[in-house]
């Protein structure tokens, strides 16, 4: 009968956890429905057409029978508001109703397909009503008005004792048998049909519930996908930044400081072009690093359908080659200082408590924030302005402390703040704290405080 099909009509200002009797609504219907109960509606009108006929010829109401015109009204009656079921389905059932009470009535000799149509009625008001209330009021006053009939006709038999059948020898009197099966009988009618428009309302409930999730899930696959990328893009920009950020600058000071003394003291020209040098060589090889990794993590994302774009928040691949950029350790903390010191930067290293193992995320994020705090003195702090890098070995802790002494002239603050930006993401991805700032003493100070348990 196709009940079970539909187009939904979802308000757009509720939610699908809200009660099913408000939240959505199966009507109206569409045009594939409608023609369906067309359909239905004539398959039932020309089987009621033949049933009627067949029962007339066999006198089923004698000489009381109905005239045939007001039998093919009672077909139409019957059947015709099958073809609305689904746009207006309390409607329907009121006037399949009344009609199937006038057949009985009127005497048209039908009593086959009637009670199909009676059950197609209260089902379909069970299972399309958005108005569960109403929904229910409606088929209780149907079935009872039913059942009122049926007990007024079982008590009307009694009343006429010539109608009852010989009882003699019986264990129960025929009357009674007789008018208890009728009972249950449409016990069994009305309870099926209501059970199951109920069941059939239950399954849309629960297709619909299940369409909104699926439609939920996938909206966050692609926000999840979406996010993916910009993390991914955010990680491969502060790679860059503190690869290229450091070693520029770096070749910016000793080039500087090269042009300055080539003409009265060659040597330490010479010197600071192959730092220069050696910064470019070490920014190609970084460079190179960092893009084989990124390579390897589009390779991974093939293969997953997940990527990287979460791991990246925390600037390192605890997993990936040693090699990789993401992995440097805070070892390398010692070549930052020294490169200050060659650019003409006092600068200080110390370690500060019992050196031990830390995790690699840790250990590169400690890398990073002290590179790029001290590619900042040698930026912003001038010239001759004195870098002090410590690392701290906590109980439960690694903290990382860079701070110039201010002593290099006016700082320069021209800078795009991605630096600190890219800092305080990389110290908060693995749950740290970072303060950055200048000193009341004058200077500028960077401290991160990176968790190790």
Known sequence: MGAMTGSWSRPPDTAWSRPPDTAWSRLPVGRREWRQDVLLAAVLAVGMAITTVLYGASGAYDDDQAAWWVSALMVLANTAPIAFRRRWPMTALVVVALAFVGTQLLHVPELFVVNFTLFIGIYTVGAWCSDRVRSEAVR????????????????????????????????????????????????VYFGAAWYAGNRAWGAAVARHELDVRTAELAAERERSAAQAVTLERLRIAREL???????????????????????SDPGQATASLGVVE??????????????????????????????????????????????????????????????ARTAGHPAEWSVVGDERPVPPTVASVAFRVAQEAVTNVLKHAGQGARADVRVRYLTDALEVEVADDGRGGV???????????????????????????????????????????
């Open 241 to 263: 930044h503190d690869v290229v950020a450091h070693h520029v600058a770096l070749m910016g000071v000793q080039a500087g400081a090269a042009r300055r003394v080539i003409g």
């Open 140 to 187: 209780w006053v149907v079935i009872g008005g039913m059942f009122a009939w049926l007990f007024l006709a079982i008590v009307f038999g009694w009343s006429m004792p010539t109608s009852l059948p010989n009882d003699d020898g019986a264990v129960i009197p025929p009357y009674i048998a007789y008018s208890l099966l009728n009972v249950l009988i449409n016990v």
């Open 411 to 453: 700082r320069d603050t021209t800078g795009s703040g991605l630096g600190h930006v890219g800092m305080r993401e990389r110290v908060a991805a693995v749950d740290g704290t970072v303060e950055i700032g200048p000193r009341a003493r004058g200077g500028y100070l960077v401290r991160a405080w990176l968790p190790t348990t």
């Open 278 to 339: 050696q910064s470019a060589r070490t920014a190609v090889e970084e460079l190179r690093r960092m893009l084989g990794t990124l390579r390897d993590s589009d390779s991974d994302s093939d293969g997953d359908g997940h990527g990287h774009g979460h791991g990246g928040t925390t600037g390192s691949a605890a997993g990936a080659d040693g090699d990789a950029p993401s992995t440097e350790g805070i070892g390398r903390i010692a070549e930052v200082v020294e490169a």
